[in-house]
């Protein structure tokens, strides 16, 4: 009964750093990295591995830098190695650990594409690309297929990336959005 009343609790952590996603979303890039550094602090490097992943994740859109970013992805990636489908569940009964990691290669190719390293770009977009069977037919699912899509296009010679300067990590001159819709784990 207490483990189930435990479970049923909701996660500070995940709640926090959902908070500073708010910021963000709303503007206020500066305010929502200065929380997500306080609790990456609190958290620290070898803290729970769901909130280091969450948080890398939505701490890379907030970077000025695309090798910040990069840095920030990479260690999203780093900690979500690290989870089980267990950790997950605890927090989205629905959610396999598996199903993070398009998203998160997708992510790394956009980086690498700003940095200009396009064979690692299209390393990351072929584990992308690889790992979309996990995915469900939803509206999360759809996004980040069609986010690898474009991508995978614009890295054939069809367009240019273009960096967006934080409104969206993959924006384009027309306002199509390039980049997967956000889902927290």
Request: aromatic fraction near 4%.
């Given at each position: 009964m207490?483990?189930?009343?435990?479970?049923?609790?909701?996660?500070?952590?995940?709640t926090?750093?959902?908070?500073?996603?708010?910021?963000h979303?709303?503007?206020?890039?500066?305010?929502?990295?200065?929380?997500?550094?306080?609790?990456?602090?609190?958290?620290?490097?070898?803290?729970?591995?769901?909130?280091?992943?969450?948080?890398?994740?939505?701490?890379?859109?907030?970077?000025?830098?695309?090798?910040?970013?990069?840095?920030?992805?990479?260690?999203?990636?780093?900690?979500?190695?690290?989870?089980?489908?267990?950790?997950?569940?605890?927090?989205?009964?629905?959610?396999?650990v598996?199903?993070?990691?398009?998203?998160?290669?997708?992510?790394?190719?956009?980086?690498?594409?700003?940095?200009?390293?396009?064979?690692?770009?299209?390393?990351?977009?072929?584990?992308?690309?690889?790992?979309?069977?996990?995915?469900?037919?939803?509206?999360?699912?759809?996004g980040?297929?069609?986010?690898?899509?474009?991508?995978e296009?614009?890295?054939?010679?069809?367009?240019?990336?273009?960096?967006?300067?934080?409104?969206?990590?993959?924006?384009?001159?027309?306002?199509?959005?390039?980049?997967?819709?956000?889902?927290?784990?």
């Amino acid at each position: 009964m207490a483990e189930q009343q435990e479970q049923a609790a909701p996660d500070a952590m995940m709640t926090r750093i959902g908070q500073a996603v708010m910021l963000h979303h709303a503007g206020d890039r500066e305010e929502a990295r200065g929380r997500f550094l306080d609790l990456w602090g609190e958290i620290g490097e070898g803290g729970d591995a769901l909130h280091r992943c969450t948080l890398a994740h939505y701490m890379a859109d907030t970077q000025d830098d695309p090798a910040d970013e990069l840095a920030w992805d990479l260690r999203a990636l780093s900690a979500a190695e690290e989870l089980t489908d267990d950790r997950i569940a605890e927090r989205h009964q629905s959610l396999a650990v598996r199903a993070i990691y398009p998203s998160l290669h997708l992510n790394l190719a956009a980086d690498y594409v700003k940095l200009g390293r396009s064979e690692a770009a299209r390393t990351h977009l072929r584990r992308a690309r690889g790992a979309v069977g996990v995915l469900g037919d939803d509206r999360y699912g759809d996004g980040v297929r069609a986010a690898i899509g474009r991508l995978e296009l614009r890295l054939k010679g069809t367009g240019n990336p273009v960096e967006t300067g934080g409104a969206d990590r993959f924006g384009s001159p027309g306002g199509e959005t390039l980049g997967p819709p956000r889902q927290r784990p």
